[in-house]
Every structure is written in structure tokens, then in C-alpha cells.
């Protein structure tokens, strides 16, 4: 049986004995007394300047925030200024800000547009104002933005939402346009209240070069440095790295910044105080924060001591100590000598292999042979199961590089973290391929149904006026959009003689050919009249034999599946668009059809109103002709007169009937000759939820959200008043909701032929 005798019993035989023990405890005593007291010495004196120059700092910040709140004070002390006195009120008071501070590179407003203008009903959009240094110029800017919703997640949302003040994270920017004018910059943002509403922000653009003087200033101590730090862990100002300003703080710390959770500690303005060993050598560090104004994102002043500048008089008081104890360090150095001629061979050996493997060269030729029953055999051992368990890893990772992600691997043991890992990267990247692929099936479905919403608004506006050239567009462009082979387009109608209700085919497309078909459907009958009549969706995938008779000049199949959405508007149901396919009609392509079929509904609706406004409007003046016929012929004939007059008197009965219902059916406004309102009827009023009282007066479109220039106004009612007849589209908000108005204004003249006022019918788009 051979003795085993261990490495470490090898190194106690011959160590044993010397005076290692007594070297160590007697100067490690003695030094760590010397250290401690230095340490503490030095860490007293660089908290001091922390604080000092983190009590600086806040000042100065404080100082910035201080204005911007005089800033906000100024205007919100007056909140009834007359809108256009606005700027001759208030830009002075930005001006002279800017003049006053020479360290600001901008100050600024932003007010929401529904503080500045009581008519103004939209709870977004806002106006900006910005007094900026340009090329040592003060220059101003004034614009408006978010008119089409505020930007969710935006610096301003986030204010708007959590009114508070906040000192931005710093960034670079310039006014000068030019590229490499940028500098280091922060804003100070404080909240604007109007009556108890949040009305906007106020803000000052602080350029941060005085930070990078205190920082050299606080770096004293020879060696050290000196830095700030914002909230979210960016070097605001480094005494000596210039290239650091605006990096995050790992681009200097590394991996300490994780260890020691720094930006945590920064973002929350906690103090924290530890070492760091870099370049070799090791400093002392102290993170200290320091409150800005009330806002929660505090900033952070940091110092580094080098400990070798602290440990000079250390070194110098043990020298002595250090000298006299060497020599006890030589017997000793030589005893290991001697002993690591017995061990240097194998393990030159065992860590050339292990310095390879660390580069990465795993190779099976790197096998070592095992020789012995010492710990340096077991480690040649485990180093050999090492190399063969990294060839078989290495190569499932080339496979997987390659896209192979169903190669299979076995794990070394259950507590194999490499091969624990190495899977789960595998099944991560088959759930990512596959995440993938829906994400790219949904996006690319839903640029397909807002693509073709905007395809069929355009042919919803273009082909208003026909309702036979409309229904052919439609259903030809679905067909092709949705890949289909066939489709018709039927719409409800009510016999103006019996009353009887009917559904007629008005447009038809198979093949890519127009389909000039006739067809009638009595109400509640068939799959159309079904669809009609329960205002529901219906979708075949077995389509009944016969049912579909368009076919092609090439042949006569059948599709074998049919979709029929009714075309519903306001929960009216207005006709239904019946779709064939050989092709499966997916999900998304039904809810694109009936988010469709509301918009057809809807301008089929709107023709309809139209066309029959034109007809009472053509009876009316055919009626006004027969009138103006009987007053001549009431001048020429005296003795008819009394004839004449019941005549006429009927017929400006069937006037005031057909007034009456134009008035039913349409919203009627009068105004007179400079675009007031003189009349409006009870209908419009209804519509509108505002009282007569509230309207006569007001100006036209001023309850719209979209309001005329005062050039695009005059020149409007320049037309109306010589006679033109004109169209306005417009949008109004009411309680919350959305509505689109297409108002037709008509000139109406006396006997004279002159202008005297003006009626507008309007009716609602959608």
C-alpha cells in the first residue's frame, strides 16, 4: 500500500519551524495600528470636503431652481391677462432672466393651449416659448406641439401627470446649429398651477462647466480625484478625465458599480463610502448627495483618496521594523525554495494548460498524463475531465451557431452551470425565433388593416357624390385587398310608394372583371337578407351549391367559402357586403371588413341625406318659380286676383311644408352678412347640447376644434356675400366624443337679387 502524502503535509514539513508566525503577527500588529489610524484620518478629511462641496453644489442648483420657480410665480400670479397681451407681459420677464444670468443657456414656458384659450376643449396640445444665447445673441423661439396628444412617457407627460420639480439627468446640446458647439447641459423644470390646475412647466437650460472648476478645486489631496454625479449616474464633472463627463458611471468604476449597487444608491441620494483597487492601486471612496429644490432626483458629489499617498508616513515609521524583520523573510524565502523544486515541475505543467484553456484554446491533445496519488494528480485528473467536458460544449455551441437548436447535449452533472446555461440559451432562442415570428405575423397584419383603412377613407371621399361608382370601387378594391375571387354590395331600400323594404344589388366584381348584374332581395331572405336582418356577421367555409352565381369567362368554380358583414352606422343597418373566396378568410380580414362596413354605412348614409337634401331643395325652387309665374299673372289679370291669391296661398303652404322638412332632417343655422349667428334650429341645438342663447352671436366655426384664420374667414364670406354657394368640413368635440359636420352654406337674396343672409344645412359625416 502506498502512503499518500498530501501537498499541504508536504508544506508544513518543511515550513514547520520557522519564524513565519512571529513575522507576521508582530509587524502585521504593528502596521495595522499605523493603517488604521492613517485611514481614519484620511477619511475624515475627505468626507469634510465632500460635504463642503456637495453644500456647494446644492447652492448653486438651489440658486437655479429658485429662479425658475420666480419664473413659474411671475406667470401664474396673473392668469387673466388678455391673450394678446401675453407676450408683451410676460417674454420681458424671460428676456431679463436670461440677460441676468449669463451661466443659463435658455429659459422657457410651456403652457397648455386649454389654459390659454377657454374655447380651446382638447385636453393635450401646448405652446412653447424659449428665450436662448445664440452666438452670444439672445434669440426666441415660439412654437406649439402635441396638438395630436401628448407623448406618453415624454419628460412633459410625466410633469403633466405627477406635477413635481424636477433637475433633468444633463445632455448636450448648443443653439448655435453648428456641429461641435455642443455643451454639457441640465434643465431645472418647475410645474405651473392656474386655479388649481396644472397650466404647464417652467424652465431654465443650465450649462454644467462650473461643476468641472469645483471638481478640480475639491481634488486637494495629491492623486485624488474629484467628481459629480447626476441621478441617473452620469459624471456631470471629473477633475482629470474630461472624457468621462456624461458617461455612466461603470465606464469608470466597472464591475464595482454592480457590486457595490451604486446607481441605486445615487438614484435614491443615499451616502456610501468604499474601496476600489485600480491601476493598481487603492483608493478610498466617498459618495455624498445632495437635494435639489423639491425634486426627487437628487445629485451626488464623490471623492477619491488614493490609500498609497495615506500610507506614506506608514511605510516610512515600518521600514525599520520591515528591515529588521527581512531577514527572518530570507530563512524563510530560502526554505520554500528548496521546497518548490520538489512541486515547480508539474504544476508548470498543470497551469501552462490551465493558461491555455483560460484563452480559449481547448484542445484534446491537452490531455495530461496522471501520474502519483497526490492533490497534483487528482488536479491532473479533474483537468482532464475539464477539457473533455469543454470539446463537448464548444462544440454544441458551434452548432447552435450555426441555427442548429435541436442538437442535443448531456449536462457533465445536475450541477453543471456551464451545460445548465448553455441549454437554457437554447430553449431562449427557440422562444425567441418564435416570439419573433408572431411579433412579425401581427405587425405585418396590422400595416395591412391600417393600410387599407386609409386605402377605402380616400375612395369613401372620392366616390361620394355616386352611390353606383361608390359601390363598384368598394367591393372591386376588396376583392383585390383581400385576395378574393368574388364580392357584391347590397344595400337596404324602402319603396317610396308601398313602404315595402328591399335589398338591392348596386355593385358586384369577380374575376377582375365588373359584374353589371341586377338583383333584388326580398327584406329577411337568403344568407343577404339574414345578415340584413339580424345585423349580424356571417361567415361560411362550406358555401351552399348554387348559391354563387358570378363566374369567370375561364371556367365555373365555386368558392368555397363566404363572408357577409352588414353595413351598420349609428345601430342602423344600411346593407351588407358579401365577399367569396377559394382562399380561408382569416379573423383579422372579418374584423377589418366590419371596421369597413361602418365607414361605407356611414357615407352611404351621408349620400343619402344629400341626395335627398337636393330633392327638397329642387321642389322648393321649382315651387318659388310657380309662385313668381302667379304674382305676374296676378298683375296682368286683376279680375283672377282672388283666384290667384288661394293659389298662391297653397303653394307657400307646401314652401313652409317643404322648409319644414328640410328642417327635420337636416341642421339648420342662418347668420348674417359678417358670419354671426341669427338662427339656429332646435335639432342643431339638441346636437350641439347648448342652449339658443349660447349660439346667437357667436361667429361661424366657433364651436368647432379647428377655427378659420382670420384670411381664410373673410375671404369665405367674401364669397357667400356675392353669391357663391360654399362647402365647410368640420370637427367638434362634444362631452368627450368626436364628431365630423359637412355644413353647405347657400346665399339667399331678395326680390332684388341681392345677398341678404346666408343658411347653412349641415349634416354629420360620421
Request: a negative charge; aromatic letters at 10%.
Amino acid at each position: 500500500m502506498k502512503f499518500k502524502l498530501k501537498i499541504r503535509d508536504k508544506l508544513l514539513l518543511y515550513i514547520l519551524g520557522t519564524s513565519v508566525a512571529i513575522y507576521v503577527i508582530a509587524f502585521s500588529y504593528i502596521f495595522n495600528i499605523m493603517v488604521r489610524d492613517a485611514r481614519s484620518n484620511a477619511i475624515d478629511l475627505t468626507d469634510q470636503l465632500a460635504e463642503k462641496y456637495a453644500s456647494v453644489a446644492a447652492s448653486e442648483l438651489n440658486q437655479d431652481v429658485a429662479v425658475a420657480r420666480s419664473i413659474m410665480s411671475s406667470h401664474t400670479k396673473y392668469p387673466d391677462v388678455n391673450p394678446e397681451e401675453r407676450e408683451r407681459f410676460f417674454d420681458p420677464i424671460l428676456d431679463l432672466t436670461l440677460r441676468n444670468y449669463p451661466k443659463y443657456m435658455s429659459v422657457w414656458t410651456t403652457w397648455e393651449l386649454n389654459s390659454l384659450d377657454e374655447t380651446y376643449q382638447k385636453k393635450y396640445g401646448r405652446s412653447r416659448v424659449a428665450y436662448y444665447r445664440q452666438s452670444g445673441m439672445l434669440s426666441k423661439r415660439v412654437d406649439t406641439v402635441d396638438t395630436d396628444g401628448d407623448k406618453v412617457g415624454s419628460l412633459y407627460y410625466s410633469i403633466k401627470v405627477s406635477p413635481k420639480e424636477v433637475l433633468m439627468n444633463p445632455y448636450y446640446d448648443n443653439y448655435t446649429g453648428r456641429e461641435g458647439d455642443d455643451i454639457l447641459m441640465a434643465s431645472v423644470v418647475v410645474p405651473m398651477f392656474v386655479r388649481g390646475s396644472f397650466a404647464g412647466i417652467a424652465g431654465i437650460d443650465v450649462a454644467l462647466e462650473r461643476f468641472q472648476y469645483l471638481a478640480k478645486e475639491m481634488a486637494k489631496i495629491e492623486g485624488s480625484h474629484a467628481f459629480f454625479i447626476s441621478n441617473n449616474g452620469n459624471f456631470v464633472a471629473f477633475s482629470d478625465r474630461n472624457e468621462l463627463i456624461n458617461k455612466p458611471m461603470s465606464d469608470y468604476f466597472g464591475a464595482e458599480t454592480d457590486k457595490h449597487k451604486l446607481l441605486t444608491k445615487v438614484a435614491g441620494g443615499h451616502s456610501y463610502a468604499f474601496t476600489l483597487e485600480t491601476g493598481g492601486s487603492e483608493y478610498y471612496v466617498k459618495l455624498l448627495p445632495f437635494a435639489i429644490g423639491e425634486s426627487k432626483t437628487p445629485w451626488s458629489v464623490g471623492i477619491l483618496i488614493p490609500m498609497d499617498e495615506i500610507m506614506k508616513k506608514v511605510r516610512t515609521s515600518s521600514l525599520t521594523f520591515f528591515i529588521g524583520s527581512i531577514l527572518g523573510l530570507l530563512f524563510m524565502l530560502y526554505t520554500v525554495i528548496s521546497f518548490s523544486k520538489i512541486i515547480t515541475k508539474p504544476l508548470n505543467d498543470t497551469i501552462h494548460v490551465i493558461e491555455r484553456l483560460a484563452k480559449g484554446d481547448i484542445d484534446k491533445s491537452m490531455e495530461m498524463s496522471v501520474k502519483g496519488h497526490d492533490e497534483i494528480s487528482d488536479m491532473r485528473s479533474a483537468l482532464n475531465n475539464l477539457i473533455e467536458h469543454l470539446n463537448r460544449t464548444s462544440g454544441f455551441a458551434l452548432e447552435i451557431g450555426k441555427g442548429n437548436l435541436d442538437f442535443s447535449y448531456n449536462k457533465q452533472s445536475v450541477s453543471d452551470t456551464l451545460g445548465n446555461a448553455l441549454i437554457e440559451m437554447r430553449e431562449n432562442l427557440k422562444r425567441a425565433e418564435f416570439e419573433r415570428n408572431e411579433r412579425e405575423l401581427i405587425d405585418k397584419r396590422n400595416t395591412w388593416a391600417t393600410g387599407g383603412q386609409a386605402k377605402f377613407a380616400d375612395i369613401l371621399r372620392k366616390y361620394s357624390d355616386s352611390i353606383d361608382e361608390l359601390a363598384y370601387e368598394i367591393i372591386s378594391e376588396l376583392v383585390k385587398y383581400l385576395n378574393a375571387n368574388q364580392g357584391g354590395l347590397f344595400i337596404l331600400t324602402t319603396d317610396s310608394e308601398t313602404h315595402e323594404r328591399h335589398i338591392d344589388l348596386i355593385g358586384s366584381y369577380a374575376y377582375n372583371r365588373r359584374k353589371m348584374l341586377q338583383k333584388r332581395i326580398p327584406y329577411g331572405v337568403g344568407l343577404v337578407g339574414r345578415c340584413i336582418q339580424e345585423a349580424e356577421t356571417i361567415h361560411l367555409t362550406q358555401v351552399p351549391e348554387e348559391y354563387v352565381n358570378i363566374t369567370s369567362g375561364l371556367g365555373d368554380g365555386t368558392p368555397n367559402r363566404l363572408l357577409i358583414v352588414p353595413l351598420i352606422f349609428n345601430k342602423e343597418v344600411f346593407g351588407a357586403i358579401e365577399i367569396a373566396s377559394f382562399t380561408e378568410i382569416q379573423p383579422y380580414q372579418i374584423e377589418f371588413l366590419e371596421r369597413i362596413g361602418e365607414s361605407i354605412a356611414s357615407t352611404i348614409s351621408m349620400v343619402n341625406i344629400n341626395l335627398r337634401t337636393a330633392r327638397l331643395l329642387k321642389e322648393t325652387k321649382l315651387k318659388s318659380e310657380q309662385m313668381a309665374s302667379q304674382e305676374e299673372e296676378i298683375r296682368q289679370n286683376m279680375e283672377e286676383m282672388k283666384s290667384s291669391q288661394e293659389e298662391m296661398t297653397k303653394k307657400i303652404a307646401d314652401y313652409t311644408s317643404v322648409i319644414q322638412s328640410i328642417k327635420e332632417i337636416s341642421y339648420i343655422t342662418e347668420f348674417d352678412l359678417n358670419g354671426r349667428i341669427i338662427d339656429i334650429n332646435s335639432r342643431f341645438l339638441q346636437l350641439l347640447r347648448k342652449s339658443r342663447s349660447e349660439i346667437i352671436g357667436k361667429y361661424q366655426g366657433s364651436f368647432s376644434t379647428e377655427h378659420l384664420n382670420i384670411e381664410d374667414f373673410n375671404e369665405f364670406w367674401d364669397k357667400l356675400r356675392s353669391g357663391t354657394f360654399k362647402r365647410y368640413d368640420q370637427e367638434i368635440t362634444i362631452e368627450g366624443q368626436k364628431l365630423k359636420l359637412s355644413s353647405v352654406y347657400a346665399p339667399v337674396k331678395d326680390t332684388e337679387g341681392k345677398v341678404y343672409k346666408v343658411i347653412s344645412l349641415t349634416n354629420v359625416i360620421e
